[in-house]
Structure formats: C-alpha cells, structure tokens
C-alpha cells in the first residue's frame, strides 16, 4: 500500500473501507459516521491485533528498518529535544519538577536541562511534559497526534535504566514505536476528526506506545510485551477538555502516558499480568474508546514497509498546528505589502470546519485568553500577534503577554469566519484565507492551502537548525552545550551507549 493511499484513507474512509470489508465494528452501528451509510464487520480475527503490533515490536531487528524511516526519526528525535529543553521551566513542567526534587528516589534517569536523577518513570513524566508544553512539538496530522512527545522522553529515560542501549538500538525502538502509535491514532473510528471524539490522542494512544517501547527496549519477551500492554491499557486516559478550558493538564498528559508506559512494563518484567485482548477484546481498546469503530487495514496494513511518521510535520511556531495556515497568511500579508499595525484597519479571518469551532469560536474566548495554553489555541490571538509583530515567538504565548495592549488592540479587529471550502479532506490543518483592510481602504488577501513545516512546505535546513537553538537558549543552556547536544542527536546511530546523549543535556549541581 503506498504511503499516501494509507494515510488519505484515514480522512476519506468511507468507501474504500467499506467496499473493502476493512471497517471493523465491534458495537452498535453509528448514525453519524462521516461518508459512511453501510459498515460492514471484518471477517473474526482469530488474535487479537496487538499480537502483531507485539511481533512487529519485538521481532523487527534495526537493519531490517529502511534508512528512510531512521532518517525520519532522527529529525524527528532532534526536534523533540530542542522544544524539550526549551519548556523546563513552563507552568505545570516547573511544579512536576518541584515535587519529583521533595520526594526524590532512585537516581535512575536524568531529567533534561537539569541536575536531577530520579526513577525512570519520574524522568519520563517530566521529560514529556517538556517537549509538550510549549505546543512545538511535531504533529501527525492524520491521526492528531504528537509522536515524538511520547516516545523520546520514554525511550531515553529507559535506556538510562538498563545502561548499554546502543544508538541504532534505540533508533529502531523509537522508529517502531512512532509507527505504532500513529497506526493505532488513525485506525480509531477512521473519517472522524480526532478531537470530535473527545479524546485527546497524543496521551490516549501514549499509554500503550510507551510500554511497548519500554519493553522493546527491557528486552522483554512477546508475552512479558503483550502484559506490558494489558497493563499500560488498563491505566489508559487522556480527554480533550483541558483544550477547551485552557488548562495546564493538557501539556502534561504526555507525560502521564509515558510514566505509565515504563511502569507498565517494569511490573510486566516481574510477572505481573495484564489484558490479553487489548485491543479487539469484548472490553478492548476500540469498543471502550473508539465505540466499535476502527480499521484494521488501517492498524496493520503494510506493517514493517509503510511508516506513517514519514508524513509527520514539523511546527515552525509554538502554537496548535491547525492555526499555522492562518499564520503563514498573516505572515505573508505583512511581508509582501510593508503593512504596520496601526495601517490595519480590519481582518477577516476564514478558517474550515476544522480549525474555526475549535480554534476561532468563542470570539471573546479566542479574543482574550487567559491562559497560555488559551493562547496557543487561538487563531485570533496567534494573528493578532503576527501582525502585530510581524513574527511569531515562544514570548507571546507567555503570561504576561496575554495583557499586551497593542496585541489585544488588533485581535478586536479580527473577525473569523467558517469557510467550508478551506477544510483538509486528507487530515491536518485546513486552509486558511485572511483580508486585511488597511485604514486607507485597500484590501489585501492571502489564502494558504499547506501549513509550512510538512512534505509539501518543508521547513529550510536552516529554519530547522535555528528552532532548536533558540528554544534550547530560551531553556537557559549555554550554546556550547547546545551544539554539542544537537551534534550528538545527529550522530545517534553512531553511539555505543545513547546515555551519554541524555548525559549531554544534564547540567552540574
């Protein structure tokens, strides 16, 4: 199955999944699944699917993985550890943080940018909640998730814990542990927008990702891996209202994922029993959470030659990744026409159905955040603020510039609009279209079809090298740590033991 046709499917189930006899339900038949008026059951599968996922797991050497997709997660690893180092000091990272010192434990695994050591799993919780808390982290757009967040800081604080885990080791670990996660994030009730369901993916799909990478990694056996998922699934959370409330939660869910998943597989080490049926049981994954719907083509199809974090973009700005079309418009209007802010006058701001109900409505909500997650999640705000400051930054999502006047004096001169054309039939952030009227009555528009930061709008080498940079000075390390931290992260497969990379990102007492 080609890379694309896999991944389109997602978002344009439907037919194909249908005429194929590939949508599986395992419960009462929905009313309101999208493109879908017949779904039909797949044939009984004698096994239940995380049997594959657990065979693909544990039985896949790392030179059976094309270096295309190591390639991938590499980049993906490099990413992960700039916006990582760079969110140490966030609210809700800082107060993890805080407590992990006061009750302390076995010095297992290091925290990042710090001189902790705590148990691996304390690590991990910490370490996830970095990299997701600025909102800079990478996106797969298909499944609405955020892979990296739940995989590195895991797999890192792992392989501190056994000692000797080779670069290539852990590449092909967190390669096929990335994979999975996306598969399960897009198999889950195909042609449903993620965030409809309620769930927020990035945890959601976390809890069972991480043990199984922590198991790959523990060289478990199949059946210790197969527990080690019963037991993560068994803990599994993560709902998507701390998005809607502007709440802290929302950064640390990965975190919470990814402490499970290791402690989920450190008890499967000891024996302790977990779900068999994880994921297609009577009580399994899909008919708890996905309401009986799900793709097993989707799940499983073309596993092993198909990586779906090949199509993962990266963020070029700190906010939600379905703004970054409306940014690039406003960007792009202020660039090309020499446009200050007080030249604007008013702007209409079309989103799809997508992005405006979750990301432009409600307008005094999105006009006025009171939060910095609040503001990452505002397409008004995060405009106001490009044209404003003809850039977007990691300051203005801070607390104190939520009450910048001049920002808040432009984000009143916003109105958006639900456009129905703009919508991404393939997954990931719709169009956007913005019309500035300037106060001398021209009017300028701009409409983007693909988000900078994916396949279609990569971001420069440059543009790349600079993020992380930035975001590790905005974490407070010295640029000699950083470059030696990047250069590390580069040359990963070439490492005896990847411990000296997290070694690299410690700091002295």
């Not at 993985?65 to 992960?80: E, F, K, N, V």
């Not at 370490?127 to 739940?150: Q, R």
């Not at 009171?370 to 990452?376: L, P």
């Not at 940079?469 to 005896?496: K, S, T």
Request: aromatic share 6%; with cysteine; charged share 20%.
């Amino acid at each position: 199955m080609e890379r694309r046709l896999f991944l389109s499917s997602a978002l344009a189930t439907g037919g194909a999944l249908v005429a194929s006899g590939a949508l599986a339900q395992a419960g009462t038949q929905r009313q309101d699944t999208p493109q879908t008026s017949t779904i039909l059951a797949s044939p009984q599968a004698s096994t239940d699917a995380i049997d594959d996922l657990v065979q693909y797991m544990v039985g896949t050497s790392a030179g059976a993985l094309p270096d295309r997709a190591l390639a991938t997660t590499r980049s993906q690893l490099l990413d992960a550890l700039g916006v990582g180092l760079g969110g140490g000091h966030e609210d809700g990272v800082r107060q993890l943080r805080e407590i992990a010192t006061e009750v302390g434990g076995k010095r297992e695994s290091v925290v990042w940018g710090t001189a902790l050591r705590l148990p691996a799993h304390d690590a991990a919780r910490i370490n996830a909640a970095m990299v997701h808390a600025l909102e800079f982290d990478d996106t797969f757009g298909p499944g609405f998730l955020h892979p990296s967040a739940i995989t590195f800081p895991a797999a890192l604080a792992v392989a501190d814990l056994v000692g000797g885990v080779s670069g290539k080791e852990f590449l092909a670990a967190c390669t096929l542990a990335i994979d999975v996660a996306c598969r399960i994030a897009v198999s889950g009730e195909p042609g449903v927008d993620g965030f409809a369901t309620g769930w927020h993916n990035t945890t959601l799909v976390g809890y069972i990702s991480s043990a199984l990478l922590a198991a790959r990694l523990m060289a478990l056996d199949r059946d210790q891996t197969i527990n080690a998922a019963g037991l993560a699934y068994h803990q599994a959370a993560g709902n998507a209202q701390a998005h809607i409330d502007g709440a802290l939660a929302k950064r640390l869910g990965p975190g919470f994922a990814s402490a499970a998943g290791i402690m989920a597989a450190r008890l499967a080490a000891r024996g302790v029993t977990g779900a068999r049926n994880v994921l297609e049981g009577e009580k399994g994954w899909y008919r708890q959470y996905h309401r009986g719907l799900y793709s097993r083509e989707l799940l499983l199809g073309g596993l092993g030659t198909v990586f779906a974090a090949e199509e993962v973009s990266y963020k070029p700005w700190p906010s939600c990744r379905g703004s970054h079309t409306s940014v690039d418009a406003a960007l792009h209007i202020v660039a090309a026409h020499g446009l200050r802010a007080e030249n604007i006058e008013r702007v209409v701001l079309r989103n799809g159905p997508a992005e405006y109900p979750f990301l432009s409505t409600p307008i005094d909500r999105k006009r006025r955040p009171r939060t910095s997650v609040d503001a990452q999640f505002s397409i008004p705000w995060i405009v106001a603020a490009a044209l404003v400051d003809r850039k977007v930054s990691i300051a203005q999502f801070k607390p104190e510039a939520l009450d910048r006047p001049d920002i808040k004096r432009m984000v009143d001169r916003i109105t958006p609009v639900l456009d129905d054309s703009l919508a991404n039939p393939a997954g990931g952030p719709g169009q956007a279209q913005i019309d500035v009227t300037t106060s001398d009555g021209r009017v300028f528009s701009k409409r983007v079809v693909t988000a900078k930061g994916g396949l279609e709008a990569p971001m420069t080498d440059t543009e790349v090298e600079a993020k992380f940079h930035d975001c590790v000075e905005y974490g407070g390390l010295p640029n000699a740590q950083a470059v030696e931290i990047r250069a590390l992260a580069l040359d990963v497969a070439a490492l005896d033991d990847v411990s000296r990379l997290t070694k690299s990102m410690s700091v002295s007492a």
